[in-house]
């Protein structure tokens, strides 16, 4: 099905129609159409128009009212002020438009057919690190903007840049070969390891090889020379290497299992797929003289980028001593999913502090000619989880919290409200009811907050049955289910021969900018400002379930189904904005 037009857009129609009849020269301009808080339109374009025309703006906006066709779209037209136009629709537009929308599966949101190719880079955990809550901004926002794009009919591809390569594997891989059972896949009863045993296991080897790293000469310049051999592509050091990866990802994805977040093997591309390039990619720059050689290291300078002392600050691509860095790997990278996934957009979801480095990154990409008019490159550079106290989230010993220390806390506190307000559920449906809300808290924290913005992470209020949090959405969400459940033989159908209270036509009004907010959401990468709209939307439901009656006191029948077309589509857009934010609607709660 074709997408629906909004309200908005059908207004912006009319009015079009309206200056094109009365003032043929400015038939291309813009009314400048919004929602208002005096009308439920408001077009402030003739106050421009006028200035360009040289007429009196209230003039002029009284001959475009009079002439737009008589039509059963606007109810009212004032003429306020020096020129503005507010603009009444009627009861039958709003429920007509949004009887289209619940008729398509899509709820009327465009699907555009020929958008471009999007590479996302987030969820970036480290290979024998523990995930801490530094890493949930990148996993939990990137996660959200590919199901945002993909809705929008972009094409996605997903990558997750691990941490896979460096000088300190030349020490792990050491310390395996000399203690060969510390990273045995099986447990003492033969079956695999937990994502938990994994990382304890890693965690146990990489404190033992570190402490004899820095205590034992032979040990290090052994772990050195390891160093050597796996950059040098060594079968039995590469293969140690791999069980290292290996072992990660058992725990990276039972981390992202509690995060209910699905990642694949084959979108985990880490700093080692882009090895064999970084050569070429060096000596392309040079070649083309991006990069020049400066104290025997290959840089790329800037203009603006200076340090401390005024001097320049370049871009180091290739160490004087032969050894690549991040920017030899971030450039290869962006040479690969232009070249080879045939990329239009790279979006990487990065920490703020990280935004110099793409700057630099990014524009050298674009003096190599990988980026251009028809390919860009986008940080969405997010701030810091922050404590109760405003200060970097810590533990009470000083520690970075562990990821799933934080995970497992939001489902017990979850669970608890859940068990307290349960009426009729079982333990287990109470126990898969704490986690979807617990985890589906942790998210809407994060993505009801710009990304640039640092948030606090405060378990009590993410929790909570009122606020801005997930659990009133989920919670009007299963309310909405619970009325169906009581509405015996009535059904949902839309009646636009009725006139709605205001409460009705608030909802109706609100429902019907889904669209432009996915759009908006998709467009500025700003997955925050579809969660303040769901928030509105069960606000606005809210406020509609306690004004107008659907099951009791007993409404005329037509209203009854009206009423309850409303709630099936509010709970349908709900559900929707939800998925497309990672997070579940429980039918029941």
């Known amino acids: 099905m074709a997408s629906v037009p909004s309200l908005a857009s059908t207004v912006q129609q009319r009015l079009a129609d309206g200056l094109s009849a009365a003032l043929p020269e400015a038939a291309s301009a813009d009314p ?23 007429g009196n703006p209230r003039e002029l906006a009284t001959q475009v009212v009079a002439a737009i066709p008589e039509n059963d779209v606007l109810a009212e037209i004032e003429v306020s002020g020096p020129g503005f136009l507010n603009i009444t629709v009627t009861d039958a537009a ?98 695999e390891v937990s994502g938990e045993e994994a990382m304890s296991n890693l965690n146990r080897l990489y404190k033992a090889s570190r402490a004899l790293f820095d205590s034992d000469e032979e040990f290090k310049t052994r772990a050195r020379a390891r160093v050597v051999d796996l950059q040098a ?19 990276f994805y039972s981390v992202f ?135 970097p989230f810590k533990t009470r010993e000083g520690e970075t919290v562990r990821l799933v220390d934080l995970l497992d806390e939001a489902v017990d506190r979850a669970t608890s409200v859940v068990r307290e307000k349960a009426r009729d559920l079982t333990e287990e449906e109470i126990s898969e009811r704490g986690t979807q809300v617990g985890i589906g808290a942790v998210k809407y924290a994060d993505l009801s907050t710009s990304a640039a913005r640092d948030y606090k992470f405060d378990l ?39 006139e709605l209270a205001p409460a009705e036509r608030a909802l109706g009004l609100h429902l019907d900018q889904f669209g432009e907010v996915i759009a908006e959401a998709a467009a500025e990468y700003a997955p925050h400002k579809l969660a303040a709209y769901l928030y509105q939307l069960a606000s606005l439901f809210t406020t509609f379930y306690d004004l107008c009656p659907v099951i009791k006191p007993e409404p005329a029948q037509e209203v009854a189904e009206n009423r309850l077309f409303l709630c099936e589509l509010t709970a349908r857009t709900l559900h929707q904005g939800m998925a497309l934010l990672g997070i579940r609607t429980p039918e029941r709660l």
């Open 32 to 54: 400048l159409l919004r929602r208002s808080d005096r009308a439920d339109f408001q077009a402030n374009g003739i106050l421009a128009l006028a200035k360009r025309l040289k």
């Open 257 to 391: 299992d509690k995060l209910d977040m699905d990642i694949r093997d084959a979108d985990v591309v880490g700093e080692s797929g882009y090895n064999e390039m970084l050569a070429e990619t060096c000596r392309i720059l040079e070649e083309s003289g991006v990069a020049v050689r400066s104290e025997g290291a290959l840089c790329v300078f800037f203009d603006d980028v200076k340090g401390p002392d005024g001097n320049p600050t370049p871009l180091i691509v290739q160490k004087s001593d032969g050894g690549f860095g991040y920017a030899a790997t971030d450039l290869s990278a962006i040479r690969d999913r232009v070249r080879n996934l045939k990329a239009t957009t790279l979006l990487y979801v990065v920490d703020a502090r990280q935004s110099l480095h793409f700057k630099m990154v990014f524009e050298t990409a674009r003096r190599a000619g990988w980026l251009n008019d028809d390919v860009k490159a986008v940080q969405l550079a997010f701030g810091t989880v922050l404590g109760k106290d405003g200060k």
């Open 94 to 191: 709003i429920v007509r438009t949004l009887a289209a929308r619940a008729a398509d599966a899509r709820l009327g949101v465009p699907f555009n057919e020929s958008a471009g190719t999007t590479v996302i880079d987030y969820a970036q955990p480290n290979v024998a690190k523990e995930m801490h809550v530094g890493h949930l901004r990148s996993a939990v926002i990137g996660a959200a903007m590919v199901e945002i794009l993909e809705f929008t009919g972009e094409s996605v591809v997903r990558r997750h840049h691990i941490g896979d390569w460096g000088t300190q594997f030349g020490m792990l891989i050491q310390f395996l070969i000399e203690h060969p059972h510390e990273l045995d896949h099986k447990a003492e009863d033969g079956t």
């Open 460 to 498: 009590d209020q993410m929790v909570s049955l009122n606020g801005d949090t997930s659990v009133y959405l989920q919670y009007a969400y299963a309310r909405i289910n619970s009325i169906f459940g009581k509405a015996g033989d009535r059904k949902p159908l839309a009646h636009p021969e009725l």
């Open 233 to 251: 592509g060594d079968e039995e050091t590469l293969a140690l290497w791999q069980r290292f990866v290996d072992e990660s990802k058992i725990y």
